[in-house]
């Protein structure tokens, strides 16, 4: 177990004028995704504490184009953090990342989370790929809180 693996779930808005058509738009599309999964959350990363407030953050995301790790701080005000209890996850994740990298993103299949209809296999959504690189079957019927649920569970 490597207690430096975290699930970071974003419970924020995007930060910027308001009036700004990318913030609009961001700050639209996470409003939508935490009213339709009833949740706070509107994205997730798997994140390594890199010890110093930094985090490599690996996931797919819409805003970034798909499948990237980005080196990032998790501020508390906008991320939820947990414990990712995992022997080897660490390795997991890394190895994931290594095959699925660069993949685009699966806006069909994050609405399939909702709806119910199946995404691309060549594609990836935030809580597909995490639940992917964690090795749980059937990745795409995870939400961000879905994932969340799983990972609070009591071993």
Request: charged share 20%.
């Amino acid at each position: 177990m490597d207690n430096r693996i975290v699930l970071a779930l974003y419970k924020g808005n995007r930060s910027g004028k308001w009036y700004s058509p990318s913030v609009l738009q961001a700050r639209l599309g996470d409003w939508l995704i935490r009213k339709f999964t009833r949740s706070p959350y509107s994205h997730c990363e798997i994140a390594v504490n890199k010890g110093n407030g930094q985090y490599d953050c690996y996931s797919a995301s819409l805003r970034d184009g798909g499948v990237r790790m980005k080196t990032m701080p998790l501020p508390a005000d906008k991320w939820d953090l947990i414990p990712v209890n995992q022997q080897d996850a660490y390795i997991d994740v890394l190895n994931y990342f290594a095959q699925t990298r660069g993949k685009p993103y699966d806006f069909i299949g994050a609405c399939g989370v909702i709806l119910g209809i199946k995404g691309s296999l060549k594609k990836w959504f935030c809580s597909e790929w995490c639940a992917a690189a964690l090795g749980l079957q059937y990745p795409d019927r995870y939400s961000p809180q879905a994932l969340a649920n799983w990972l609070r569970q009591p071993e």
